[in-house]
T-cell receptor, first 114, second 111 residues
Framework: DVKVTQSSRYLVKRTGEKVFLECVQDMDHENMFWYRQDPGLGLRLIYFSYDVKMKEKGDIPEGYSVSREKKERFSLILESASTNQTSMYLC?????????????FGPGTRLTVT | GQSLEQPSEVTAVEGAIVQINCTYQ??????LSWYQQHDGGAPTFLSY????GLEETGRFSSFLSRSDSYGYLLLQELQMKDSASYFC????????????FGAGTRLAVHP
């Protein structure tokens, strides 16, 4: 069974802290994504990776960075957390064989920055 | 640019049929996907249309008209468990396997 896991379901951090969100997929997918989800705004792409060590900025990359050292793992880093980064963060993966239209999502991490 | 529009909320009763519309403005359009997300859950893939017409998968069907830049998700024989948010998403040339998601439609099914 296809699986995407995220390191935490809930996280509370202080303003200015460095925050690491981890995502692991077990499907040998080439593509991995980080989204944030806010009410009324849908899913907005933060960063995308199509291969190990390869990354591409999404629509809202400011304040974030990513790392993909292994195919199965994609990390999102908040360099200096701010209150406007309080959100639900969703990781997803997809295979290039399906042209990316079928993405598999993790359960999400609800991050609160105080 | 790329944009999608879908209604923010839809309400229906059990056993009824509901249609959730999605219009898009996308350069290099490839196809339209639909995802379902229950409260507190992860989005899950429902369907994909790359060609005009209706695709049926059980109680759910999805339609695409490329000439009208329009699609819809049709849910039949509604059940309480269908209460969820539904997102349309487009894939496009130059996007390299990325999707652009709509803001989502919250469906409430009442007894």
């Amino acid at each position: 069974d296809v699986k995407v896991t995220q390191s935490s379901r809930y996280l509370v951090k202080r303003t200015g802290e460095k925050v690491f969100l981890e995502c692991v997929q077990d499907m040998d997918h080439e593509n991995m994504f980080w989204y944030r989800q806010d009410p009324g705004l849908g899913l907005r792409l933060i960063y995308f990776s199509y291969d190990v060590k390869m990354k591409e900025k999404g629509d809202i990359p400011e304040g974030y960075s990513v790392s993909r050292e292994k195919k199965e793992r994609f990390s999102l880093i908040l360099e200096s957390a701010s209150t406007n980064q309080t959100s639900m963060y969703l990781c997803a993966s997809s295979s290039i064989d399906r042209e990316g239209y079928e993405q598999y999502f993790g359960p999400g991490t609800r991050l609160t920055v105080t | 640019g790329q944009s999608l529009e879908q209604p923010s909320e839809v309400t229906a009763v059990e056993g009824a049929i509901v249609q959730i519309n999605c219009t898009y403005q996308t350069s290099g359009f490839y196809g339209l996907s639909w995802y379902q997300q229950h409260d507190g859950g992860a989005p899950t893939f429902l369907s994909y249309n790359a060609l005009d017409g209706l695709e049926e998968t059980g109680r759910f069907s999805s339609f695409l008209s490329r000439s009208d830049s329009y699609g819809y998700l049709l849910l039949q024989e509604l059940q309480m468990k269908d209460s969820a948010s539904y997102f349309c998403a487009v894939s496009y040339s130059g996007g390299y396997n990325k999707l652009i998601f709509g803001a989502g439609t919250r469906l409430a099914v009442h007894p």
